[in-house]
């Protein structure tokens, strides 16, 4: 058995679905998985006074909220402040750059905790962090001179999204039996939580009876509904020494995972390192049911993303010389 990656492009409509939010049908799904998409999102990315003088203090503000369906703990998210007229070490530069003023001493803040999303069973709100640069406006403007500079907010962070759900196995007689009856084989059914890249499984065909041909193919889709980046995990350090992506190994990889379930063989087939290309992945394998029911029975399977991912913001200010 071997497995194969297929590339596929999502139409723009489904897209948008996930970023709606919400359940979603998917035509390609005979068995549709419940998504809602979500992550770590930057609600508000704003400087207090979008029109200023040279040589004076500004508040530039990001707030950041967990809207997905898993934590992302505390040392795993990096806030990153860049810009047109911004040094990373905030050096003046002859007075054309922005500097730091006050306790801002770096581009770049941790979240100092653990962002949790909202908790339905207790009804505990989603973690949100607040992070602020306090600066200084560049102080060579010549009077009568603006300019209009561009602050750029991103955000870096580790995510998982993980799908769970049960897949029915008949034995022929007893689906004969059944269809004979009148009666509906029960369906498999699928469950993710939210994040910005979207996990889709399938098994094909939808029923799976076990006679001659103990094969079926299960398949995983992954797609990128957030509205960033996708990176490999390990690719970045959250304590801000080093957040450059290589292209070729870390850029659009994601790790897919799938558990290991008794009375298969070839599910481990599509766990791997994935490429996702134009935001999307196809993964096939080949599932040999080897543990046959004598009538029916429901066999579960989990099956998890592990991604990093950025998103970014941007907000302008104009700078006048006085």
Same mark, same amino acid.
């Given at each position: 058995?071997?497995?194969?990656?297929?590339?596929?492009?999502?139409?723009?409509?489904?897209?948008?679905?996930?970023?709606?939010?919400?359940?979603?049908?998917?035509?390609?799904?005979?068995?549709?998985?419940?998504?809602? &998409?979500?992550?770590?999102?930057? %609600?508000?990315?704003?400087?207090?006074?979008? %029109?200023?003088?040279? $040589?004076?203090?500004? @508040?530039?503000?990001?707030?950041?909220?967990?809207?997905?369906?898993?934590?992302?703990?505390?040392?795993?998210?990096?806030?990153?402040?860049? &810009?047109?007229?911004?040094?990373?070490?905030?050096?003046?530069? /002859? /007075?054309?750059?922005?500097?730091?003023? &006050?306790?801002?001493?770096?581009?770049?803040?941790?979240?100092?905790?653990?962002?949790?999303?909202?908790?339905?069973?207790? !009804?505990?709100?989603?973690?949100?962090?607040?992070?602020?640069?306090?600066?200084?406006?560049?102080?060579?403007?010549?009077? &009568?001179?603006?300019?209009?500079?561009?602050?750029?907010?991103?955000?870096?962070?580790?995510?998982?999204?993980?799908?769970?759900? $049960?897949?029915?196995?008949?034995? %022929? *007689?007893? *689906? !004969?039996?059944?269809?004979?009856?009148?009666?509906?084989?029960?369906? $498999?059914?699928?469950?993710?939580?939210?994040?910005? #890249?979207?996990?889709?499984?399938?098994?094909?065909?939808?029923?799976?009876?076990?006679? /001659?041909?103990?094969?079926?193919?299960?398949?995983?889709?992954?797609?990128?509904?957030?509205?960033?980046?996708?990176?490999?995990?390990?690719?970045?350090?959250?304590?801000?020494?080093?957040?450059?992506?290589?292209?070729?190994?870390?850029?659009?990889?994601?790790?897919?995972?799938?558990?290991?379930?008794?009375?298969?063989? /070839?599910? %481990?087939?599509?766990?791997?390192?994935?490429?996702?290309? @134009?935001?999307?992945?196809?993964?096939?394998?080949?599932?040999? #049911?080897?543990?046959?029911?004598?009538?029916?029975?429901?066999?579960?399977?989990?099956?998890?993303?592990?991604?990093?991912?950025?998103?970014?913001?941007?907000?302008?200010?104009?700078?006048?010389?006085?």
């Amino acid at each position: 058995m071997k497995k194969e990656i297929l590339l596929a492009t999502l139409a723009i409509i489904f897209i948008a679905g996930c970023i709606q939010g919400g359940p979603i049908s998917i035509p390609w799904i005979t068995s549709p998985t419940v998504f809602a &998409g979500g992550g770590l999102v930057v %609600e508000e990315f704003s400087i207090d006074n979008t %029109e200023v003088y040279n $040589n004076r203090s500004a @508040k530039i503000t990001m707030t950041i909220i967990n809207k997905g369906g898993s934590s992302v703990p505390d040392g795993s998210a990096l806030a990153v402040l860049q &810009g047109s007229a911004l040094r990373s070490d905030f050096s003046p530069d /002859g /007075g054309l750059y922005w500097t730091e003023r &006050g306790t801002t001493t770096t581009t770049h803040q941790t979240m100092g905790k653990d962002m949790d999303p909202y908790d339905p069973v207790r !009804d505990v709100p989603a973690d949100e962090k607040t992070v602020n640069w306090y600066l200084t406006s560049p102080t060579a403007i010549d009077p &009568g001179i603006s300019r209009t500079d561009v602050f750029i907010g991103r955000l870096y962070y580790d995510y998982t999204t993980t799908v769970t759900g $049960n897949v029915w196995i008949y034995d %022929e *007689a007893e *689906a !004969d039996a059944a269809k004979a009856a009148g009666r509906s084989l029960n369906q $498999n059914s699928f469950t993710s939580t939210g994040g910005p #890249v979207a996990l889709y499984v399938t098994v094909k065909p939808t029923n799976v009876i076990v006679d /001659g041909d103990q094969t079926f193919t299960l398949q995983i889709k992954a797609s990128s509904v957030g509205g960033g980046t996708v990176y490999l995990q390990g690719a970045v350090a959250y304590d801000g020494t080093d957040y450059e992506i290589d292209a070729e190994t870390q850029l659009n990889w994601i790790d897919i995972d799938v558990s290991d379930v008794p009375g298969w063989s /070839g599910e %481990e087939d599509c766990a791997d390192t994935f490429e996702l290309t @134009k935001g999307e992945a196809t993964i096939t394998c080949d599932v040999t #049911v080897t543990s046959i029911p004598s009538t029916f029975r429901s066999d579960q399977i989990k099956v998890t993303a592990d991604y990093g991912y950025w998103v970014e913001r941007t907000a302008s200010v104009t700078v006048s010389g006085k």
